[in-house]
């Protein structure tokens, strides 16, 4: 029996290792001891150890520096903090005398009538002694009406006053150097708009292009047209090394090689001379 646990043991541990000494203590049931957390209490304990300590150190040093005639003296401060007593017998007389509801309309009312007969006390006129009489002046007399009539004579004037303008001088004098000419933004502006019209002509799909094919450019025709003319030099330069009198085979297949080459350089060329040339489109 002992062996067959064992070997059971065995196997649980192959197929479930434990990985440390932790886990192996919680498997036979001992919970494993937390260092971390011990450690961290404790420096936690030491630390308010040494904040007690260095509380107590600084209230020694404050109540030390305290002069020795001077410590067995009580603080005023603390003295006028205590609470005093009212006294026993209180009069009617020296109670004190609170604001009533309304009080503060009535005071106001008060000064503001004060105030008002003060000010009609010091404009009106005094009863005592004689008042001065009002200094004459002199009525100021109206300027004689005019009979000229301004319209008349405005529409006189108007007649022959000359024009404002400047003369001509001062006007060919205002001109610059480049009056009457393009300006040079616009030259430059029409000529863009010229060329985008140009790449959007050609940019537009031709309407006789065959469906499946697309219209050549025109660099690559002519490159090509310029390939099938070197090709054509120098196929005919090798069709004239050959000897004429010769009819051995070789030379004869290789005549009838080069002239089907420049007879489909030929047909090529006769293809891209045109100006349209259409290709399969990719």
């Not at 537009?204 to 047209?225: F, V």
Request: hydrophobic share 30%; net charge positive.
């Amino acid at each position: 029996m002992e062996r067959y646990r064992h070997q059971r043991s065995t196997i649980q541990e192959h197929l479930n290792p434990a990985y440390g000494i932790r886990e192996r203590q919680r498997r036979q049931g001992i919970e494993p001891k937390d260092h971390q957390r011990e450690n961290r209490l404790k420096l936690r304990e030491l630390a308010l150890d040494n904040r007690n300590k260095q509380m107590e150190d600084n209230s020694n040093e404050a109540a030390s520096w305290k002069m020795k005639k001077f410590r067995d003296v009580k603080s005023k401060i603390t003295s006028e903090m205590v609470p005093r007593k009212p006294p026993a017998n209180n009069d009617d007389s020296q109670a004190q005398q609170f604001l009533r509801r309304g009080s503060l309309e009535s005071r106001l009312d008060h000064n503001t009538k004060k105030k008002q007969e003060k000010f009609i006390a010091e404009i009106s006129p005094r009863k005592t002694g004689s008042v001065k009489p009002a200094v004459p002046r002199e009525k100021a007399a109206l300027a004689p009406r005019s009979q000229k009539n301004f319209i008349s004579q405005n529409r006189e004037c108007a007649k022959t006053m000359g024009s404002p303008r400047k003369p001509n001088d001062d006007d060919e004098r205002r001109k610059h150097a480049e009056f009457g000419n393009v300006p040079a933004y616009i030259v430059q502006r029409k000529a863009r708009w010229a060329e985008n019209e140009d790449r959007r002509r050609a940019a537009m799909p031709d309407p006789n292009c065959p469906p499946g094919m697309t219209l050549m450019p025109e660099s690559e025709r002519q490159d090509t047209l310029r390939i099938l003319e070197e090709s054509e030099k120098e196929t005919h330069a090798l069709l004239f090394k050959l000897p004429l009198q010769s009819t051995t085979p070789s030379v004869v297949k290789r005549k009838d090689a080069l002239e089907a080459k420049l007879r489909e350089i030929e047909s090529a060329k006769k293809m891209f001379s045109k100006p349209k040339v259409y290709i399969a489109a990719d």
